[in-house]
């Protein structure tokens, strides 16, 4: 139940969202339902404590899959809880190692080290899923949060799950450790403080006027073709009051066109007409074409209209959702599976090459994350390391309903900025839309499943203020951690073996 309730979550019409006070109590409660496991008994409840809470946490995508997938009611909770399955995994390698070597004074630190090394797995291993890490609980302790400038959100995880495991260790009165590790964390706030507040340093480069538009289009009717010239006219006409703000730069969200601009000409022409006529550049979600019959390939893109004509190439989103927008192993699971996304073509999305940035008018360099790549903090990062001097973050939240998915997103997006000391617009479709400054705090915010436009004089944070040390040498806390373990856990007791062997002494 912490662990859900750690995580923000929709009540009403409000947000309940209290992270920076039970994100630390996840880690003691499983420390002491292990205290006195063997290995395979603390794996098992680790498994079981981590499914269900995650159950809870990934409620979501029963709206997901029943709502705007349309599957059967059982199919809905069944994806809930195998999606579950996947951090269960991962908590049982905890339970394992952590029954085994939970004595003396290192544990606390070795065992904060070991949460870090299994949630930076989730980034990647078998395409990753790293939601609902223990760091974004801290995502409104604004003392940590510094540290995700140099160590990435697993900074605020390592923190969290040490605060939980000395408090695991006081409960059954190790007070010697939990003193050692409460000293540690307070000297870390301190120092999140002093590292968040060189995000303040004077801005380098002129404010762009930025808008977000939110055009709350229904998720159920948006890909229908009856709906595509309503779709069109809410967006424009949001874009027009945007101009009217002072906009400089409109933000559309994640597909927020119901066609492509690669295949409709007169789609293309009616974009450019806009762009010449509010005097802003247009950064539109859509869908990208390539190829004919058989060879034809679609992704799910973002396109840029300057003023006086097309910008850059089109950003292809390289990152995908699996079962979402693309079926693993579709050969073999694709008879009885079909991507959820369907609305964008009768085919599998594509991946793009990789994250960039790109030059939009005169010198100003921006990235364009789409949706669930703002998940991902080492690919987030290389569209800075790139030189964008902001984020802009396009996506499409509708398929959350009005749950907490929308608002954990956003706090998932925060740590983004955070991490890089950049800015993010972020544009989603029913909410939440906003902006986030350089440290990771929210700026202003739209409510859920209404229309609205978002007007902010974003900083352009060229490199080195807009880059920090994760920026430019990524992971290298969380690499720590692993070495940290493989230590602790495994080269030491063979260290230690050999030195009690006859001669081991000398």
């Known amino acids: 139940m912490t662990t859900f309730l750690a995580f923000p979550h929709a009540v009403g019409s409000g947000v309940v969202d209290l992270g920076w006070l039970l994100g630390w109590l996840p880690a003691a409660f499983l420390a002491l339902a292990l205290r006195g496991a063997t290995a395979r008994r603390a794996a098992c409840v680790a498994f079981l404590a981590a499914w269900l809470a995650h159950f809870g946490v990934f409620h979501w995508i029963y709206v997901v899959t029943v709502r705007y997938g349309h599957a059967p009611v059982a199919v809905g909770v069944l994806a809930s809880a195998a999606l579950a399955l996947y951090p269960a995994f991962f908590f049982a390698g905890f339970g394992a190692v952590w029954a085994r070597r939970n004595a003396g004074p290192m544990p606390l630190f070795a065992g904060a080290a070991l949460w870090v090394v299994l949630d930076h797995a989730r980034s990647f291993v078998a395409t990753g899923f790293p939601w609902a890490l223990l760091g974004y609980t801290q995502h409104q302790n604004t003392a940590l949060l510094g540290w995700a400038s140099v160590t990435g959100v697993y900074g605020l995880t390592f923190f969290a799950a040490l605060g939980g495991l000395a408090l695991a260790a006081a409960w059954r009165g190790e007070r010697r450790r939990a003193a050692w590790a409460l000293a540690v964390l307070v000297a870390a706030h301190g120092v999140g403080w002093i590292l968040g507040a060189a995000g303040d340093d004077p801005e380098v480069g002129a404010s762009v006027r930025v808008a977000v538009?939110?055009?709350?289009?229904?998720?159920?009717?948006?890909?229908?073709?009856?709906?595509?010239?309503?779709?069109?006219?809410?967006?424009?006409?949001l874009s027009r009051r945007a101009a009217d703000q002072g906009a400089e730069l409109i933000v559309w969200p994640e597909t927020a066109v119901p066609g492509s601009p690669d295949v409709s000409e007169g789609l293309r022409q009616r974009l450019e007409s806009l762009a010449a006529e509010t005097g802003a550049s247009l950064v539109v979600g859509a869908v990208g074409w390539e190829g004919w019959g058989d060879d034809a390939r679609v992704f799910d893109s973002a396109f840029v209209w300057t003023p006086t004509g097309e910008g850059p190439p089109r950003y292809d989103k390289s990152h995908l959702v699996p079962f979402g927008e693309y079926v693993p192993l579709r050969a073999v699971l694709g008879r009885w599976l079909g991507a959820v996304a369907r609305g964008i073509a009768p085919l599998d999305v594509a991946a793009g090459a990789a994250p960039r940035s790109r030059t939009l008018v005169g010198p100003?360099?921006?990235g364009t994350p789409i949706c669930y790549e703002l998940l991902f903090p080492d690919l987030v990062r290389r569209f800075v390391d790139d030189g964008a001097e902001f984020l802009l973050g396009l996506t499409n939240d509708a398929w959350y309903g009005r749950t907490g998915a929308p608002h954990q997103f956003m706090a998932i997006t925060a740590l983004r900025s955070a991490e890089n000391r950049v800015w993010t617009a972020r544009a989603a479709n029913t909410g939440v839309s906003g902006f986030i400054d350089a440290r990771g705090r929210v700026r202003a915010a739209s409510r859920i499943f209404e229309r609205a436009v978002l007007v902010a004089d974003v900083p352009r944070r060229p490199r080195p203020v807009g880059g920090s040390f994760y920026t430019r040498h990524g992971n290298l806390f969380a690499i720590g951690c692993w070495i940290a373990v493989a230590w602790h856990f495994g080269a030491a007791r063979f260290v230690r073996r050999g030195l009690r062997r006859p001669g081991g002494n000398r």
């Open 213 to 237: 538009a939110q055009g709350n289009i229904d998720q159920g009717s948006k890909w229908s073709p009856q709906a595509a010239e309503q779709t069109l006219a809410v967006y424009e006409a």
């Open 364 to 366: 100003m360099t921006v």
